[in-house]
């Protein structure tokens, strides 16, 4: 039984992660009163691109041809690592806060050497944008997940997830604070409105479409799944962190089918928020998105130091 | 045009030749920088166009025309030069600088070299065209194909410490039109932008020498596909001016109805497309659908969604039925129902505005340096527009509002500028409507061309003014058509406005101007 249900965990992501953006791309559809491609979409271009054949700059290094492994490969650990339905797994090898942060930093790390490797002017622009977002998103994420961590006395995401005590009255103004500013990190780091447009054909506004630019065929099918799966394990991080409610807590058949239906649940409701935010505003301006991820730092910020005034 | 009005802009020793609304004359190659400087900073007259011709055969001489527009008096006047056993004339740029591009445009395609240039560097054609073969000159050979040269092309460079250039193009992820960009950039700051264009040069100018007169409007219709109607208004017009046409009541009423649904289709696909690159997409969807409409009205009135085949000289070949007359009325009324909507809704979108504002500013200074024309030079309060200032088809009989104008120069003042004369277009189509007179639409007999005639002809497309410069030669044929694009003009400005916003804001500035490749490269 162990065996299946990690065996449910490990595919959960990389299965589901292409429906989210299916999601997010029909509720945009819909809101600008278009049909919109069906939401199983991404499958079937994730299907298409692994079947053509690729193109690789003859100037392009190891790092361009390994890095959409590392990168996928990367999400798929986390993907393991993180709580999702049950939390009763208690990994504790790689379940913890920080070791889940920083290897999602190792998947950016080749991601943005990979967009420089090629020397392209685009890849270039690309990583150096990255780079810079991903620096100021960081401080953001960590005091985010620290709040939770602190509430709860321990960093191992399971134990965390297990707790389900965070939206209790002591803490519940803290909670909302941390997932706010964690919210801003996810559109940061997933390459969402305001920060980037994952739609736009425009080469010099683009972010994470610059970086695979250069890339085509199976490795760009890899890049976009992987970037999928970021996004899920943002999406399960905020549902489960957050808000751990419906998650099985025992080795039981019902808990573990509702507790992935309320998973569903809850991210599908996060990708209709980010669905809305694409429809309704604008993107911003660049130099603008420091002083959103600030305010993602500052409201973390405010939330570490509310539990640490209710702790003492 | 009142010739006594316009007495004040000579000394009165010109031998004036008067065709229409056209005076040419005469003036010393060593007179003409004292006597156009004059014109322009005197006598506040625009220069609109230099063109050159090849006489060589009849009169042995390259001319070269300089043409100045009187607005309000819809007239136009044209010294012109005669280069006798020179390739070389004055350059007028050092005095008037929107001079620049055309005559590095001569220098390219006459071989005329304009003394003084600062800039020796060819225009439109490429390094893989042979620098000793001009093609608009007579005895060009345009059937056959020259050798493949190579040449270089120097692009202006910026030295310093972090500073690194990306290239742009010519082919973009979108599907526009190849153009290449080459940004000198510290961090994400634009230090200098220089365009490249020339890559969709297809040789029109000399194509309208080699082809047959109904082959010749066709053509004018593709000079800038998105303006076919207005293009090919223009060179109707001057076609009517050669023959002394004058086209019925019904038919310049009719034009008027199609070039500004024209301007509506236009300017609905491009407030949709700046609401689409900042990442409104609420307000891109629905402008596109708007614009679609309009596309849709002019195939079913037309046959052509894009205002196609319709002028002839004389006039036009496609009436308004008086069953259709009421139904594209009340379309337009509820087309504007959801427009005032859509523009609602983004006006209370703060990040959108905030992405518009204070983006690709351009001074009034620099408008008026480079002459800038349109929706670019509208923007920062200029109220030129050739359908007042020099009135043509119905535009002097319908009461056109206000021109529409912003005062701050950027992206945000160029999207209002579109959204005002959307307003504007529905009022004078729905006038224009109204009081449309019974008649025919196309002049019944077209007299030969005047012989070794000049004609000019402006329209105020969508982008801004249109201008065609037609020559006749002594048998009464078509001997040279110079149509210059609104886009020839506004280019140079897109640098300018580039420089001091961050790379990403880019796309959003050239959007804003929305010029056109192909008409620019002819």
């Known amino acids: ?312 | 045009m009142n010739i006594e009005k316009i007495k004040q802009y000579f000394s009165g020793k010109e031998k004036l030749t008067i065709y229409e609304n056209v005076v040419i004359f005469e003036v010393s190659v060593s007179n003409i920088l004292a006597f156009a400087s004059d014109l322009r900073n005197n006598k506040n007259l625009q220069l609109k166009f230099i063109t050159a011709t090849d006489e060589r055969k009849e009169n042995g001489c390259f001319k070269i025309w300089y043409v100045f527009g009187i607005p309000h008096e819809h007239g136009f006047i044209i010294p012109f030069i005669e280069l006798k056993n020179t390739e070389q004339f004055p350059s007028l740029s050092p005095l008037i600088h929107n001079a620049w591009n055309y005559e590095r445009k001569i220098k390219t395609f006459f071989g005329l070299d304009p003394v003084g240039h600062q800039d020796s560097r060819g225009i439109i054609l490429h390094e893989n065209w042979p620098t000793d073969i001009y093609p608009l000159r007579k005895d060009f050979d345009w059937n056959n194909r020259p050798q493949e040269a190579s040449g270089t092309y120097q692009f202006q460079k910026v030295d310093g410490e972090g500073i690194y250039e990306i290239p742009v193009g010519p082919i973009h992820a979108g599907i526009i039109e190849p153009g290449h960009f080459r940004f000198s950039v510290a961090g994400e700051e634009i230090v200098l932008l220089e365009s490249r264009l020339g890559f969709t040069h297809k040789g029109s100018e000399k194509l309208f020498e080699t082809l047959a007169l109904n082959e010749k409007i066709r053509l004018s219709e593709k000079i800038s596909g998105d303006s076919s109607f207005s293009h090919s208004l223009a060179f109707c017009q001057a076609l009517e001016q050669l023959s002394d046409t004058i086209p019925p009541k019904r038919a310049t009423y009719l034009r008027v109805i199609y070039a500004e649904l024209e301007r509506l289709a236009n300017h609905f696909g491009d407030i949709g497309a700046m609401m689409l690159d900042t990442g409104f997409n609420f307000g891109g969807a629905h402008s596109a659908r708007l614009r679609e409409m309009i596309m849709q009205i002019n195939e079913r009135l037309t046959g052509n969604r894009f205002l196609r085949g319709i002028n002839v000289c004389g006039g036009i070949s496609k009436d308004i039925e008086n069953r259709e007359k009421e139904k594209l009325s009340e379309e337009l009324t509820s087309i504007l129902k959801d427009f005032n909507e859509i523009i609602h809704i983004a006006e209370n979108s703060s990040s959108l505005l905030n992405r518009l504002k204070g983006t690709g500013e351009l001074s009034l200074e620099t408008i008026i340096e480079h002459s800038a024309t349109g929706i670019v030079a509208k923007a920062v309060g200029i109220t030129d527009d050739a359908r007042v200032d020099f009135p043509y088809a119905a535009y002097d009989e319908l009461e056109l509002d206000k021109i529409a104008i912003e005062q701050s120069g950027d992206a945000y003042a160029r999207f209002y500028v579109r959204i005002k004369e959307v307003y504007a277009s529905i009022k004078i189509i729905k006038d224009a409507l109204k009081i449309l007179p019974d008649g025919l639409i196309c002049a019944k007999n077209i007299s030969p061309f005047k012989k070794n005639a000049v004609a000019i002809s402006v329209v105020e497309g969508w982008r801004g003014e249109i201008l065609y410069f037609v020559t006749t030669d002594a048998d009464g044929i078509i001997e040279r058509v110079a149509p210059r694009d609104p886009s020839f003009i506004n280019w140079s400005l897109l640098g300018h406005a580039g420089v001091h916003n961050v790379v990403p804001d880019f796309p959003l500035i050239n959007k804003s101007f929305n010029l056109s490749y192909t008409g620019n490269d002819l």
């Open chain 1, 1 to 312: 039984m162990m065996i299946f249900i990690w065996i449910l965990q490990l595919i959960c992501v990389p299965a589901l992660s292409p429906l989210c953006m299916g999601i997010i791309k029909k509720i945009k559809a819909k809101l600008q009163n278009r049909v919109g491609a069906s939401i199983f979409q991404p499958y079937k271009d994730i299907w298409k691109l692994l079947h053509k054949d690729e193109v690789i700059s003859t100037d392009a290094s190891w790092v361009f041809r390994f890095a959409p492994f590392i990168i996928f490969a990367t999400t798929i650990v986390i993907g393991a690592s993180i709580p999702l339905f049950a939390s009763f797994l208690k990994n504790t090898l790689t379940g913890d806060l920080l070791v889940v942060v920083y290897t999602l930093a190792l998947g950016t790390f080749f991601l943005a050497l990979a967009g420089m490797d090629t020397g392209s002017a685009f890849g270039g622009f690309g990583s150096s944008r990255e780079m810079t977002i991903s620096a100021l998103a960081e401080g953001g994420l960590i005091l985010a997940l620290f709040t939770t961590a602190l509430s709860i006395g321990t960093t191992n995401l399971f134990v965390i997830s297990n707790a389900g005590m965070l939206l209790s009255t002591q803490f519940f103004l803290s909670t909302i604070l941390a997932f706010i500013g964690f919210f801003i990190v996810l559109l940061a780091e997933t390459g969402r409105f305001p920060f980037d447009n994952p739609a736009t054909h425009l080469e010099l506004t683009m972010i994470h479409e610059a970086m695979i630019l250069e890339y085509s065929g199976k490795r760009l099918a890899l890049m976009e799944w992987a970037a999928a799966n970021k996004f899920f394990i943002f999406a399960a991080l905020g549902a489960n962190l957050f808000f751990p409610y419906g998650i099985a807590h025992s080795v039981d058949t019902q808990a573990i089918v509702i507790g992935i239906i309320i998973l569903l649940i809850k991210i599908f409701i996060l990708c209709a928020i980010v669905g809305i935010i694409e429809s309704t505003m604008a993107k911003f301006r660049f130099f603008r998105l420091p002083d959103l991820l600030i305010t993602s730092l500052i409201l973390s910020a405010l939330a570490i130091g509310l539990i640490q005034m209710q702790i003492l």
